[in-house]
């Protein structure tokens, strides 16, 4: 068996980033946020903003309040 290519070796967290999310990355440290935004456009950071806000809302306010109902 080959050994992978140095490439397609990936750390924990690289495997469980999406690809679109590592490569978003790249560019904005090579060319930042003007870079990112003229290759994804404003669609990606909707898209971002509303993972974020969903997350964030989930974790601390909805879990909390089905928490506390059911404990009190």
């Known amino acids: 068996m080959d050994p992978k290519?140095?490439?397609e070796?990936?750390?924990f967290m690289q495997r469980w980033?999406?690809?679109a999310l590592r490569e978003a990355k790249t560019i904005f440290r090579e060319q930042g946020l003007r870079g990112v935004i003229r290759r994804y456009g404003?669609?990606?950071f909707a898209?971002?903003?509303i993972y974020y806000?969903?997350?964030d809302v989930t974790l601390y306010?909805?879990?909390p309040w089905y928490l506390a109902t059911k404990i009190l």
């Open 17 to 19: 980033t999406p690809k």
């Open 47 to 49: 898209i971002f903003f």
């Open 5 to 7: 290519p140095l490439e």
């Open 61 to 63: 306010i909805l879990l």
């Open 9 to 11: 070796k990936l750390s």
């Open 53 to 55: 806000l969903v997350r």
């Open 42 to 44: 404003w669609k990606f």
